[in-house]
């Protein structure tokens, strides 16, 4: 038995507002995956806030036609795709997609993508995997700074450390000009 109408309206306003919530769309082809290996891509996709969607094509035509931001997509919609929907940390849920790859030891083909209305290739989905993540990102922010706030502090405590080491010096010379005429 097929799908009904009001089924296939409720998946494309489904899809739609999972869009809507999404900052990247990344088509792949699931051809030759169990069903528990989908699931298990959802699982490891999850925690980087993204998900994963199998549905027809037609469908997700459908929920695309309408949004420039997202209509990109419909050009790859062909044969078996499964689609990432990538909502926050998108370097974090490409690297738990191909962690997935390693440990399935499949080689799942990405179509290509779609980002603020651009149609994103392979070579594209792929450069923005090898962005650091979210996490990194702060962590590298806080070192630089923190390293800054450290030289600053080194810098401002020499100040006055410089001005001692000069009086010195000149008291030194001084104390060596006295001497001299002393003796």
């Known amino acids: 038995m097929g799908r009904t109408l ?3 309206q409720a998946i494309v306003a489904e ?24 699931t298990d891509l959802r699982r490891r996709l999850r925690p980087s806030g993204a998900e994963c969607k199998v549905t027809k094509n037609t469908l997700m035509r459908l929920a695309v036609q309408d949004d420039p931001n997202w209509q990109p997509i419909a050009e790859i919609c062909k044969e078996s795709s499964a689609f990432m929907l990538l909502r926050d940390d998108l370097g974090g849920a490409l690297k738990a997609y191909q962690d997935f790859q390693k440990a399935t030891k499949k080689t799942l ?4 993508g779609a980002m603020e209305g651009r149609l994103l290739s392979e070579d ?8 650091p993540s979210k996490e990194q990102l702060m962590a ?3 070192g630089a700074i923190n390293g800054v ?3 600053l502090a080194i810098s401002i405590n020499e100040v006055p450390s410089s001005i001692a080491r000069a009086l010195q010096a000149y008291v030194d010379k001084d104390d060596a000009g006295d001497n001299a005429d002393a003796a």
């Open 6 to 8: 009001e089924n296939k």
């Open 15 to 38: 899809l739609k507002e999972s869009l809507s919530q999404s900052q990247l769309a990344v088509v792949i082809d699931y051809k030759g995956l169990t069903v528990a290996e989908i």
């Open 109 to 112: 083909i990405v179509r290509g």
């Open 124 to 131: 594209d989905v792929k450069a923005i995997a090898d962005l």
């Open 140 to 142: 590298q922010i806080a």
């Open 149 to 151: 706030a450290s030289k």
